[in-house]
């Protein structure tokens, strides 16, 4: 800052600033905040509002306010339910996979070896992709009649026929979710092996001094260390997964019958294909409340354990 | 003993670590074979898991059957755009926050982060209509301001951990030496932050380059597409024609790994910090 700043006693923790340093600021952050502000905090307090409208795309002459009445229906329609249903198993059958291999794979990647970082870049490249083309990938993969994944199972006796995993009601949601497992393990390797990075050998050593034996010193010592980066990345993890629509949509669109529908697949489908604003905007409401909700009961929780400085 | 015991476990390391690699790299190694099988090895049995004859016949098809060129122009033209604005804007307001400590920031921040965390596609549809309202429904620009305004919140954050790396006695000596604010910022410490800003530029082309729902919403004429909005409508169009899906994919994967290979370490360095400090 200017010069007579650094008079100022350290007391003080936040300097004054001159009014040159003021509109400097003010400058610096007016085009950020002012785009976010209109472009997308404008449109998504919209959009809440907009769930209690009847608001299609087809006919909006009639934006009438309807109270709770997009709810009402979307709540009375068994696909709504079933993708409700499929968001949990979805959020927490891939968080959890994602998160032991990951954490497996950071394990092993914590010491040095011979060709570290190639193999690191190797195992980080679906970063690059989008979803959209892992799910289409995958979707060839799990082709139900020459897909490569049918094609190994008979190969090694496991199955005689082919399974048509994509359209079959019952193989639908395994499907996805293990694409989605495939495509997330390296965030938590990468984000958990930076955090064991970040642990002080001697911890450690004076533990293993002490008798410790390696899988104490995980449980009782790395563990507790790295927790709080574990809890902000599982949470972050979560925002995304229960967010993420594109890959289910590549593979199966949701599905046969809607069997696969997550409530963010199902969003976008009444916005894609129905232009029904006022019901998709309800739906994302209704996954905001979810996702709300669970992070009250998952900071509370973090806080009672004392795990995280949140 | 200890020795043997040790050997055993080096041996099951390095056999995890294989299978792992091996699950990584083999659905993109299908995805690439695939493109380059004959249209009848594809879809005949027995599959094949080396090609047995190699075509890019499927490659050739894409650009004769669709006008793939334009859509990896326009996809260029879209992501590059909004990359350069984003990093330009989140520029000036990470440094800002880097560096000034002022009543607000930390609520700035917290603005910036929210974003990141209520799932945007609540405010799809009004965006849309906004969009209309402006006329840029259906062109390029639209698009680019779309993925400007995502963009922006992401790069504040990845690019304010970059900054604050950089000792602060670096622009006060410039301002000494009678730079302006500005002018230290262009002058001294943008040269200084050159890996972080590459990276953060980037992350943020990729981004771009790899969005789906927007681009398929905002662009329906055909010479306007980009790469996913064409592999969009792909989907329904060649529903059986894996060949040409494969060879699509394959092509618009490639620049996204080129440029995710060239700064790998310091993507990673910018998104574990963003994490670490939650």
């Known amino acids: 800052m200017n010069g007579s700043d650094r008079s100022v006693p350290a007391v003080i923790d936040k300097p004054r600033n001159s009014r040159s340093a003021i509109w400097f600021i003010a400058g610096c952050l007016a085009p950020a905040v002012l785009l976010v502000l209109v472009f997308t905090y404008y449109p998504m307090l919209r959009g809440v509002t907009m769930a209690f409208q009847n608001y299609t795309l087809f006919d909006l002459s009639d934006a009438r306010f309807v109270g709770f009445g997009n709810f009402k229906e979307i709540l009375d329609n068994p696909q709504f339910i079933t993708a409700l249903k499929n968001s949990v198993y979805w959020v927490f059958f891939s968080l959890i996979c994602q998160f032991v291999l990951g954490f497996g794979i950071a394990l092993l990647l914590k010491n040095r070896f011979f060709g570290r970082g190639f193999y690191q870049g190797m195992i980080f490249f679906p970063w690059a992709m989008s979803g959209f083309l892992i799910g289409l990938i995958w979707r060839w993969l799990y082709n139900g009649q020459i897909g490569v994944i049918n094609n190994l199972l008979i190969k090694i006796g496991l199955i005689d026929t082919p399974i048509p995993f994509l359209s079959s009601p019952k193989w639908g949601m395994f499907a996805v979710i293990t694409a989605n497992v495939w495509y997330g393990i390296a965030f938590f390797a990468i984000m958990l092996l930076a955090a064991l990075q970040s642990v002080p050998e001697e911890i450690s050593e004076a533990a293993e001094v002490d008798g410790a034996n390696r899988l104490q010193r995980l449980f009782r010592i790395t563990i507790p260390y790295i927790m709080p980066t574990i809890l902000t990345t599982v949470i972050l993890r979560i925002i995304w997964i229960m967010n993420f629509p594109d890959l289910i949509y590549a593979m199966t669109n949701g599905g046969p019958a809607g069997s696969t529908h997550i409530l963010a697949t199902y969003m976008m489908d009444k916005i894609i294909f129905g232009g029904d604003y006022g019901k998709a905007s309800a739906v994302g409401v209704v996954m905001m409340v979810v996702l709300v909700l669970f992070m009250v009961f998952y900071f509370a929780a973090a806080r009672r354990e004392k795990a995280g400085d949140f | ?278």
């Open chain 2, 1 to 278: 003993m200890r020795g043997k015991a040790y050997a055993a476990e080096r041996a099951v390391r390095l056999l995890v670590m294989a299978v792992y690699l091996v699950v990584m790299v083999f659905p993109l190694y299908w995805m690439l074979i695939t493109s380059l099988k004959p249209q009848k090895d594809i879809f005949s049995l027995p599959i094949y898991y080396w090609p047995k004859t190699f075509t890019l016949a499927n490659y050739e098809n894409i650009f004769k059957i669709t006008k793939f060129h334009v859509y990896i122009f326009n996809s260029v033209i879209v992501s590059l755009s909004a990359a350069v604005i984003v990093l330009a804007v989140a520029t000036l307001s990470s440094y800002v926050l880097a560096r000034h400590k002022f009543r607000g920031s930390g609520q700035i921040m917290f603005f910036f982060f929210l974003t990141q965390v209520i799932p945007a596609f609540i405010g799809f549809a009004p965006l849309y209509l906004m969009l209309s309202k402006m006329n840029l429904v259906n062109t390029t620009q639209g698009l680019i301001l779309i993925y400007t305004v995502m963009g922006i919140p992401f790069s504040t954050i990845m690019l304010k951990g970059f900054f604050q790396r950089v000792p602060s006695s670096l622009e006060e000596a410039a301002q000494i030496d009678g730079c302006s604010r500005l002018g230290a910022l262009i002058r001294v410490i943008l040269p200084v932050m050159l890996p972080g800003l590459s990276a953060t530029f980037i992350f943020s082309f990729v981004q771009n380059w790899n969005e789906l729902f927007f681009s398929v919403i905002v662009i329906n004429s055909e010479h306007l597409k980009t790469i996913p909005v064409a592999m969009n409508s792909f989907i329904t169009k060649f529903d059986v024609d894996w060949g040409s899906m494969s060879a699509a994919t394959v092509l618009s994967v490639i620049p996204t790994m080129i440029l995710f290979a060239l700064c790998q370490r310091l993507i990673v360095q910018g998104l574990t910090q963003g994490a670490e400090k939650g």
